[in-house]
């Protein structure tokens, strides 16, 4: 059992979206900037669009 532990408040996350364009083909990410390791990324040509959402 973990002895270091942390309470996080998941009560108001704090979602960012982004194109990174630096790798050979252009990835979208969604992350969560509140926790770790809390993100997923799709090839940007994969991403749905906003039009798509209706």
Avoid at 24 to 42: L, M
Wanted: proline letters at 6%; charged letters at 25%; aromatic letters at 6%.
């Amino acid at each position: 059992m973990a002895t270091d532990t942390t309470a996080i408040d998941v009560s108001a996350p704090e979602v960012m979206a982004s194109v990174d364009s630096t790798s050979p083909s252009a990835e979208f990410i969604i992350a969560d900037i509140t926790c770790d390791d809390a993100w997923v990324s799709v090839r940007a040509d994969d991403a749905p669009l906003l039009d798509d959402w209706r």
